[in-house]
């Protein structure tokens, strides 16, 4: 132990003599108070520092055994059955409950004697809802989460592969499919998805004379230097609670860096200690942010001033031009790859959101046949319009495809990145993040120390 | 008159009973949890022994949160009533317009707090806040301060939030202790040549102490407890830089932690500080009647050395002057001067909520815009029909009304009769019994919710009007039993007296000659508990939420307009107004008893 720590200790020397003050200062277990200044930041940017790095993206990817769960899993039981079942979801627009009470009542008209009683939820609030509804085990027949390897791990919840009819089933767009596994079997249902894309103001750039959007974090810090000259926000940068993790995530992957390396949570490696650096000098040190990124929250904070024409560029995502429509924006913008640094090939952060079913005696034939109901293409694609996401099945892709809000970001889904959110310890990783990741912004606060919060949160259970 | 135990008990009992099943028996259950070790999915997986406090004794943000939760609650408690104490002696006066000052004062107070919170964030953004526009119109700042999510503003800012929000509910309690002061005290007084700061430190303060102790208790719970504050302005800023403990301790079982035993450790350590504060405190100003405590002394000699400070600077001189002033120029300002401070009050508490009405008339881009207008540019009238599209508002108002009536008469049939017993009888348990009352007050909901859906899904009474109605109406019994208990022993015995020897039992007596007589107060706990009911939030969610058989209430049915992606802030406000505006009203028709019915006697 003692031997190891020391080896680390020494190559971080190492590294620290080979880079400079950026990721060493912040990554040396002395060093408090971390002063990025213009050189240091500058170096991030200049490929210098590219030689340090530990762990490269790629090959990496999902390490996931993936395997077609054998069908007996399914067997029905002998218990009785129940035709009553209950559906909790979260509330991903106004409209959402007003959604799932009409595909119940049309569920029911279908099949007499079944009955779904559907339970909306704002997203505030459903995290505490469904812990309570885990701790009492009143669990819901049907849940709409963004996560579900840890119940699955818990052996609470029934495989899927073999509630759904094959049509269905194989259906899902691979990598989303692939993307709903723990240890073998299929526990998640994808049902929504989104992508993420640089958006760009098109008036502001001609504006200002930027003929082609930055394909690198140089070439956007460069533009984002202009643009903030003409009195404009440069770049918006949520690091608020709201979905930080995206928004982080974006950077991380665009400068090489990964939640996990070889299997391994890596949360504070130095090339994700680089990345965080670069974003504290976007903020305090080239100052073309928006004030108190660490702060902002990604709708309210950094979508509506660039709906509102007051931005040059942010992450946007594929469900943003809904948003901007419903606004009544006239913002005239681009879309265009995530610029990334260290010569990383372009990808971009996909979401998904799945449905689970827990283990309730009997439930299995009535989950099944309202899962199947919800999959039918027209049910499925009214519920992606009313809500603006993407679909996460072939047949709906090939609906959508022709429709203008969905088409750019279809084509980006095969090099969709997704969250590891396979591993049951990613949730409190992710909850440790949104929780902690914004106060790194604050000037001089140590960024490294910050990463390791998160990677304790990932590689320590509750049981200490 | 002493009874055996056996005869008391059917006097309180109901109230007994409903504490333990609705209250106790979830805290239990809280403890039991934090000594569990659960996962991050909820899922127990046994015994953990003291493991859960040592990680919360071992959080690197534990020394912050607790520092912030003592300023929080010594700022807001201190300031309100400081402030508080200044608008009683306003509004205790006689000037035109007064009736619309205490009105004003009434919507924050009848608002559920969940809403104010939500329109004080909407002022409080940084670009297109209400509140930066005003201030640079002022010509106070240049630049747009992010007041809410600055990590050096965001804590000062909900603890001003959480003053304004305080304030009127602590008026009208020094109010009604104001109104219940003999007015010849003053006259003698007067005789005996007191000028105005002797008359407040030597006549009004000294009287006024029983209104200012139950203020002081009342308010103190009321802060520690008030969620939804700092939850809905700051909850979702990373860092700890605003949490205190009740909003640290949901971080830490469902955000940051997910960690619900180590959350539960929280809870339980939380309720013990308060229980102590609370007691001590109690004792502190009880014994202070016999002999002069601790608080007593120190409290006059706060106000001796006050009062030395203030003859010392003013003089003789000055004091002259001002006596010329108050004889030959304040009579004549008094009709304008008061008025005008009167309508800058009012103007000032209603200001959120004018706000919300011009914001819920402006569309979805206005509400964003840079710097924030003052009156919506196009008037969105659709805004306020749209919204009964968007909710269904006549079932969400009518379970509300259902379940908040139900609930007010559950707690009144079960609690008067416990206070008449408790203020006119002295048995054994007596105190056990309102001490036990009092912690029930000091548990908040939001603690307990696990332990009470647990019993309601035992009792099969998920999603049923009777399970909420019992879980709402045992929430309000302390605070019913409280002010009735105070009301009842403020009533001369001699009353009953004359009837008892008429062959009436208790319970007659208590019916036909003490309920008209403290009718103000029953006035007053029927509507504080009403609009309790009305505006609860977390309980609903758990355990009355079934919108296929539409079974919801009207909070958690106008959460749905937050959405995953963007809050519809003009439809929000539309409704939040809608599910006001019968509370305002219903408050406004017993202004004039709810006055009287605050003069909770003292802590007996």
């Given at each position: 132990m003692e031997v190891r720590r020391r080896a680390q200790l020494f190559s971080l020397l190492s590294v620290c003599t080979v880079l400079t003050a950026t990721s060493c200062a912040a990554g040396g277990p002395s060093a408090s108070g971390t002063t990025l200044d213009q050189t240091s930041c500058d170096k991030i940017t200049s490929g210098t520092a590219a030689g340090a790095s530990p762990n490269r993206p790629g090959g990496g990817g999902q390490s996931l055994n993936v395997q077609q769960a054998s069908l007996e899993t399914g067997l029905p039981r002998t218990t009785t059955s129940s035709k009553t079942i209950s559906f909790v979801g979260g509330a991903y627009t106004g409209t959402t409950e007003a959604y799932w009470k009409d595909l119940a009542g049309k569920f029911e008209a279908a099949n007499p004697g079944y009955k779904v009683n559907i339970r909306i939820i704002d997203w505030n609030n459903i995290d505490q809802q469904v812990s309570t509804m885990i701790q009492t085990k009143q669990y819901p027949d049907i849940l709409n989460q963004n996560k579900f390897s840890g119940w699955a791990a818990n052996g609470l919840l029934q495989p899927v592969d073999s509630l759904v009819t094959p049509t269905v089933g194989n259906d899902f767009i691979p990598s989303f499919k692939k993307n709903s596994y723990y240890q073998g079997s299929q526990y998640g249902l994808p049902l929504i998805a989104s992508t993420r894309a640089l958006f760009y103001n098109k008036d502001i750039f001609a504006k200002v004379g930027i003929d082609k959007p930055p394909a690198t974090w140089a070439e956007l810090v460069a533009s984002a230097k202009k643009i903030k000259e003409a009195g404009y926000t440069g770049y918006g940068l949520p690091l608020g609670g709201e979905e930080n993790q995206g928004e982080w995530s974006l950077w991380m992957w665009s400068n090489g860096g990964d939640w996990k390396s070889n299997d391994q949570w890596?949360?504070?490696s130095e090339r994700n200690v680089q990345s965080l650096n670069f974003l504290s000098c976007l903020a305090n040190v080239y100052k073309v942010t928006q004030a108190n990124p660490g702060q902002t929250n990604r709708t309210d904070g950094v979508f509506r001033p660039f709906a509102n024409g007051q931005t040059g560029m942010i992450m946007g995502a594929s469900f943003a031009p809904s948003l901007f429509k419903q606004w009544n924006s006239t913002v005239n913008y681009g879309i265009a790859p995530i610029p990334v640094n260290n010569g990383t090939e372009p990808f971009t952060l996909g979401v998904q959101d799945y449905l689970v079913s827990f283990k309730n005696p009997g439930n299995t034939e009535a989950v099944s046949k309202f899962l199947n109901f919800f999959y039918q293409t027209d049910n499925y694609v009214r519920f992606l319009t009313s809500q603006g996401f993407l679909p996460t099945t072939q047949t709906a892709s090939t609906a959508l495809k022709d429709d203008p809000d969905f088409a750019p970001y279809l084509d980006l889904l095969p090099i969709a990145k997704f969250y590891p959110s396979t591993d049951p310890a990613f949730p409190k990783a992710q909850g440790t993040l949104e929780a902690q990741l914004g106060t790194a912004l604050t000037p001089g606060t140590d960024t490294k120390s910050v990463l390791d919060q998160i990677q304790t949160a990932a590689t320590q259970g509750n049981g200490g | 008159m002493r009874h055996h135990t056996w005869r008391s008990l059917a006097w309180i009992s109901p109230s007994v009973l409903l504490i333990i099943a609705v209250i106790t028996l979830p805290a239990l259950r809280m403890v039991w949890t934090s000594l569990q070790l659960t996962d991050e999915t909820g899922v127990s997986h046994g015994f953990a022994g003291l493991a859960n406090y040592e990680r919360l004794l071992a959080e690197p943000a534990l020394v912050n949160v607790l520092s912030n939760t003592v300023v929080w609650v010594l700022l807001v408690v201190g300031v309100s009533i400081v402030v508080a104490l200044g608008l009683a002696q306003l509004l205790n006066k006689r000037f035109f317009g007064r009736r619309l000052v205490r009105w004003a004062l009434i919507v924050p107070w009848a608002t559920s707090l969940v809403m104010t919170s939500t329109v004080w964030r909407y002022m409080l953004e940084g670009g297109n806040g209400i509140v930066n526009r005003f201030l640079m119109d002022l010509g106070v700042i240049s630049a747009p301060i992010g007041?809410?999510?600055d990590p050096r503003y965001a804590f000062w800012s909900v603890v001003a939030v959480g003053i304004v929000v305080t304030i009127p509910f602590t008026t009208y309690v020094l109010l009604a202790g104001l109104q219940a002061i003999d007015q010849q005290v003053y006259e003698a007084g007067k005789l005996d040549g007191a000028g105005p700061w002797k008359t407040y430190r030597y006549i009004t303060l000294p009287l006024l102490r029983p209104a200012l102790v139950i203020a002081t208790i009342l308010v103190t719970i009321y802060v520690f407890n008030s969620f939804p504050v700092i939850w809905v302005i700051t909850g979702s800023n990373p860092g700890n830089f605003s949490d205190i403990t009740l909003t640290w301790a949901y971080k830490i079982a469902f955000q940051q932690q997910l960690n619900t035993g180590e959350g539960a450790a929280l809870s339980v350590f939380n309720v013990l500080i308060l229980i102590v504060v609370v007691l001590l405190y109690l004792r502190a100003v009880n014994g202070d009647r016999e002999r002069k405590s601790w608080l007593g002394r120190t409290w006059t000699a706060l106000t001796e050395r006050l009062g030395e400070r203030w003859s010392r600077s003013a003089g003789p001189a000055p004091v002259k002057v001002s006596g010329r002033v108050r004889r030959k120029v304040w009579p004549r300002v008094r009709p304008v001067a008061l008025p005008l401070v009167g309508l800058v009050v009012a103007a000032f508490f209603l200001a959120p909520y004018a706000v919300m009405f011009l914001s819920s008339f402006k569309d979805g881009a206005e509400l964003y815009a840079v710097p924030a207008t003052y009156l919506p540019q196009h008037w969105e009238w659709s805004n306020w029909a749209n919204v009964w599209d968007v909710l269904p508002l006549t079932m969400l108002l009518r379970n509300s009304l259902i379940i908040a009536a139900a609930s007010t008469a559950l707690v009144l049939v079960i609690a008067v009769p416990a206070a008449y017993y408790t203020a006119r009888n002295r048995f054994t348990g007596r105190t056990g019994f309102l001490n036990l009352v009092l912690i029930t007050q000091v548990l908040a909901p939001v603690a307990l919710v696990v332990g009470i859906y647990q019993e309601v899904i035992y009792v099969d009474g998920v999603n049923q009007y009777w399970a909420i109605v019992v879980v709402n109406a045992a929430f309000n019994l302390a605070f019913v039993t409280w002010i009735m208990n105070g009301q009842f022993a403020g009533v001369d015995v001699a009353i009953e007296e004359a009837a008892m020897m008429e062959g009436l039992g208790p319970m007659r007596r208590m019916l036909r000659i003490m309920l008209p007589v403290v009718r103000p107060g029953l006035v007053t706990a029927l509507v504080f508990t009403f609009i309790q009911v009305w505006n609860e939030f977390v309980i609903s969610l758990t355990v009355f939420n079934d919108p296929t058989h539409d079974r919801v209430t009207l909070p958690v049915g106008i959460q749905q307009l937050v959405g995953l992606n963007q809050t519809n802030y003009q439809y929000l406000f539309v409704a939040s107004l809608i599910a006001t505006v019968p509370v305002v009203v219903l408050f406004i028709t017993i202004e004039r008893h709810l006055v009287g019915g605050l003069t909770a006697g003292s802590v007996k």
């Open positions: 890596s949360v504070n | 007041w809410y999510q």
